[in-house]
C-alpha cells in the first residue's frame, strides 16, 4: 500500500490573497481547505498569512510588505515550505525563491502531491504523473534547471514514491509515452465499461466530497479491499465491484474520485473519463459527512461538479455518513438516510433504502420458466428481484414475477407488463 513519508513533517506557512470578486465566505473556506490538504500531505501548518488586494502582484503575488512579513516568520518559524493558496506563475515562483530559503510551492502542487501519493490503479498513477510533468515542464527553464529546489518533500513526490523526473528532454519524451499509455488503458476500460452496458447491468456510483466516508461504505457494501484512511482523497482511482442486495439481485458499484473545490485543471482533465463513468451510473449514492461544519459548502462543491459532469439529472440517494458524530437529526433532502458506515445495523439500512431506490427504475416481468432450466432460473434470482417463484407441477414449470433493469440482457423476458 502507498503510504506517504510518514517520518517527515514539514512545517509549512500558508499564503492566501483575497482578490474583491472572492467573498468573504468562500476565501475562508479555501484557507480552511489549504490547511487540510496540507495535513492530507503530511504537513505541519505553523502560520496562515493573508491580504485582500485589487490584484495579484505580477512579480511576487504578494505585495513587498507582507513577503517581509513573510520572512521573518519563516525565520522565526523554522519553515520548510510556503504553500500559496492560488496556482503560480513560472516566474513568480523564481521570484519569491529569491526572498525565501523554504521552499515555495502553490495549492495545485500540493493537491498534485496528495493525489501522486494516493494513485491506486496503474491508470490512476499514469494520470497523476501526466499532470505533474505537464505542470512542471514550462516552470523549467532550461535542461535540468530545477523547479524551487525539486528534489524531496511535498509538491515533489511522483505516484509510487518515484521522484519526479527534472530535465525537459526527459519530460517530453515521458509524456509521449505517458499519453500513449494512458490511451491504451482508457481504450480498455472503454471495452469493458461498453461489455457491462451491453449485458444491462444496474450501474450505482458513490460520489462526494473527499473524506465523506466513499471508500468505508464501498468496503462494506462490496466487501472489497479498497484503501481507507483519515485523510483526504483515499480514494483516485474508480473502482467498480459486484454488490449483493438482500433480494439477491446484483448491481455493479463503483468508487469515485473525491470531489473539492477548484480541483486543477490538469487534474479535472485527468480524472474526466474516470468521473464519466460516474455519469453512466443508472443511480447516484451521494455520500455527505454530517459530522463536518462545511458540510453545505461540501454539498454545493459536489453538486457543481455534477452538473459539469452533466449528472445532475441521474437519480439520487443522499447519505447523512458518521451518524455517530452527529446524532442524525438532520430533515434532509429526500430520498435520503443518515447512517453510520461504522455500524452493521446501518450499513443494512443502506442497503435497503438503495434497494427501494434500485426497484423504482425497474420493469415489471411475468415468466415462465420449464423445470429443467436451472440457469435461468439462476439468472433470474441474480439479475433481477424475483418476487415470487410458484411451481406448476402440471406444467412442469416455475411461474416468476419479478422487476428486472429495462435493458437486462436475459432476453428471455418477454411478457413483461404490470
Ligand atoms: N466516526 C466515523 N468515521 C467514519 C465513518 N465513515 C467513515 N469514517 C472515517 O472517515 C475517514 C474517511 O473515510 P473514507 O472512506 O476514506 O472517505 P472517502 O470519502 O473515500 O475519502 P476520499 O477517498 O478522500 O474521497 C476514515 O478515517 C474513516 O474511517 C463514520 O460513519 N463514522
Redesign the pocket.
Known amino acids: 500500500m502507498n503510504r506517504q513519508n510518514d517520518s517527515v513533517h514539514e512545517k509549512a506557512i500558508l499564503v492566501g490573497c483575497q482578490l474583491p470578486r472572492q467573498n468573504d465566505e468562500r476565501f475562508f473556506y479555501s484557507m480552511e481547505e489549504l490547511k487540510s490538504l496540507t495535513k492530507t500531505a503530511n504537513g505541519t501548518v505553523c502560520a496562515v498569512v493573508s491580504q485582500k488586494r485589487e490584484r495579484y502582484d505580477s512579480a511576487t503575488f504578494i505585495g513587498k510588505g507582507k513577503v517581509e512579513e513573510i520572512i521573518a516568520l519563516e525565520e522565526e518559524l523554522e519553515a520548510d515550505l510556503i504553500i500559496f493558496n492560488s496556482e503560480l506563475s513560472p516566474s513568480q515562483v523564481r521570484n519569491l525563491s529569491n526572498h525565501f530559503n523554504a521552499r515555495i510551492i502553490d495549492r495545485t502542487q500540493l493537491i498534485l502531491d496528495i493525489f501522486a501519493q494516493r494513485a491506486k490503479t496503474r491508470e490512476g498513477k499514469l494520470q497523476v504523473e501526466l499532470a505533474q510533468l505537464e505542470y512542471l515542464l514550462p516552470r523549467l527553464s532550461g535542461i535540468g534547471v530545477t523547479l524551487s529546489r525539486l528534489g524531496g518533500g511535498i509538491g515533489t513526490r511522483g505516484p509510487g514514491e518515484t521522484k519526479l523526473e527534472k530535465d525537459r528532454r526527459h519530460i517530453r519524451f515521458r509524456i509521449h509515452e505517458l499519453k500513449q499509455q494512458i490511451n491504451q488503458v482508457v481504450n480498455h476500460r472503454e471495452r469493458y465499461r461498453e461489455r457491462r452496458k451491453h449485458q444491462g447491468a444496474f450501474q450505482a456510483a458513490l460520489v462526494?466530497?473527499?473524506?465523506?466516508?466513499?471508500?468505508?461504505?464501498?468496503n462494506k457494501l462490496a466487501e472489497a479491499d479498497s484503501y481507507?484512511?483519515?485523510?483526504?482523497?483515499?480514494?483516485?482511482d474508480p473502482l467498480t465491484r459486484k454488490v449483493k442486495l438482500k433480494s439477491g439481485f446484483q448491481m455493479l458499484l463503483t468508487?469515485t474520485?473525491?470531489f473539492i473545490q477548484d480541483l486543477p485543471t490538469s487534474l479535472i482533465a485527468a480524472f474526466r473519463s474516470t468521473l464519466e463513468e460516474a455519469a453512466e451510473a443508472n443511480l447516484l449514492i451521494h455520500?455527505i459527512d454530517g459530522?463536518s461544519e462545511d458540510r453545505s459548502q461540501h454539498e454545493k462543491t459536489v453538486s457543481r461538479i455534477l452538473n459539469d459532469l452533466k449528472a445532475s439529472h441521474i437519480p439520487m440517494l443522499t447519505v447523512y455518513?458518521?451518524?455517530?458524530?452527529f446524532g442524525g437529526h438532520f430533515i434532509p433532502e429526500n430520498p435520503s438516510i443518515s447512517?453510520?458506515?461504522?455500524s452493521e445495523n446501518d450499513i443494512s439500512a443502506l442497503l435497503s433504502a438503495i434497494e427501494k431506490e434500485v426497484v423504482k427504475q425497474l420493469t415489471f416481468y411475468q415468466i415462465d420458466v420449464p423445470a429443467h432450466d436451472g440457469k435461468l432460473l439462476s439468472r433470474l434470482r441474480s439479475e433481477t428481484i424475483m418476487l415470487e417463484q410458484e411451481f406448476n407441477k402440471e406444467k412442469q414449470l416455475y411461474e416468476c414475477k419479478g422487476y428486472a433493469h429495462s435493458s437486462s440482457s436475459i432476453d428471455s423476458i418477454g411478457n413483461r407488463g404490470e
Request: hydrophobic share 35%; no cysteine; net charge negative.
Open positions: 462526494g466530497y473527499t473524506n465523506a466516508g466513499k471508500s468505508t461504505i464501498f481507507e484512511e483519515d485523510k483526504l482523497f483515499a480514494t483516485l468508487d474520485v473525491g455520500v459530522s455518513n458518521k451518524k455517530d458524530q447512517i453510520s458506515a461504522l
